[in-house]
């Protein structure tokens, strides 16, 4: 009696969840479930992994403060430096993929597990693309002693120095480091690399003449190019920066396939749920809409974007590609 009871009431149970399921409000709360249902249902955090400041730390702050406004819930900013990003890539790959764990990372997130033969974790197979927040071009820049106006005359100059010619980085293995490479091969020249441990240590030597050639953020290179202490020659990326509208691109110089810009991006680990997915890639992108943030955005030289999912994971994929092949043709290891 008493198991035939219990069949009895689950079956209404059921049949009552059926019909409300095919009224209006339960159609509202179905699509509301497809949509991320009740997420966030707690704090969520998002991992910025580098150290608090700089050109990126201000966007990860903007995109926090609109999440949190949108859901309701606290965002706050986890500064989690260290491996070129890649300390803080490894920690949201491996945290519970619910989406209260998320990643505002740079292209370095696929760029520096390929330069170690063990590599904490696979950007493709750990973490999930969400979507593109923005980009930032990256400025080929020189001290103004040195006699050249044009990436054509520099390359020529390369060729007369009976030497490599020193470039700066703001680090091994960082986007600069890899462009730089891309750009020797593409004119034939030879170089040797001068990493440093940041920009603003880089940046000092340059403007004091011990280094004569490096890359920095757009920002820098306008900054110092108003004043005559550093002269920028290209930019990468697919089009010009709008912080130095005056200055050609690297493909317009010459250089093959370098329209790719460094990018932010939002990634959750593998395994969160989609409904969850395109909840954030959709709220994101409300925010970037924001006209006050992509003001202040711009000054920094960031253009800000929003893109789908699946965009972005498609990009990740073919980024992961062009860069594996540029680090293993360039011989360029981290360990």
Not at 60 to 67: E, I, P, Q, T, V
Not at 108 to 115: A, F, G, N
Not at 135 to 156: C, D, F, K, S, Y
Not at 166 to 179: E, F, I, N, R
Request: hydrophobic share 40%; proline share 7%; with cysteine.
């Amino acid at each position: 009696m008493k198991q035939d009871r219990r069949r009895a009431l689950r079956f209404i149970g059921l049949g009552l969840a059926g019909g409300a399921l095919g009224s209006p409000i339960g159609q509202a709360m179905a699509q509301s479930s497809a949509q991320g249902g009740d997420y966030p249902s707690r704090v969520v955090r998002l991992v910025w992994p580098f150290s608090a400041g700089g050109t990126g730390d201000p966007l990860a702050r903007g995109l926090a403060d609109g999440l949190g406004k949108l859901w309701g819930k606290s965002v706050i900013v986890d500064n989690k430096p260290g491996a070129g990003g890649m300390i803080g890539a490894d920690a949201v790959a491996k945290a519970q993929p619910d989406g209260h764990t998320l990643l505002l990372g740079l292209t370095s997130v696929v760029q520096t597990p390929l330069l170690y033969s063990k590599p904490l974790y696979d950007p493709v197979r750990d973490l999930t693309a969400i979507t593109e927040v923005g980009n930032i071009n990256q400025a080929l820049v020189i001290h103004p002693g040195l006699p050249v106006r044009t990436v054509q005359e520099l390359v020529a100059y390369a060729r007369q120095l009976g030497k490599p010619l020193p470039y700066a980085t703001v680090g091994l293995g960082s986007s600069s480091h890899l462009q730089m490479e891309k750009v020797a091969r593409d004119f034939g020249i030879e170089v040797i690399h001068v990493p440093y441990k940041g920009e603003s240590p880089m940046v000092t030597d340059l403007l004091g003449g011990q280094v004569q050639v490096g890359f920095t953020s757009t920002l820098t290179a306008s900054k110092h190019a108003a004043t005559g202490r550093l002269r920028p020659l290209a930019v990468g990326g697919v089009g010009r920066s709008p912080l130095l509208p005056q200055v050609p691109t690297m493909t317009e110089c010459g250089s093959r396939n370098m329209e790719r810009a460094g990018w932010f991006g939002l990634f959750a680990p593998t395994g969160t749920p989609r409904s969850i997915v395109d909840k954030v890639a959709a709220d994101a992108g409300k925010v970037l809409a924001d006209i006050g943030l992509r003001e202040r955005m711009g000054e920094s030289g960031i253009l800000l974007k929003g893109t789908k999912p699946a965009e972005f994971t498609a990009q990740v994929r073919r980024d992961q590609t062009y860069w594996a092949d540029l680090i293993k043709s360039a011989d360029i290891r981290l360990d």
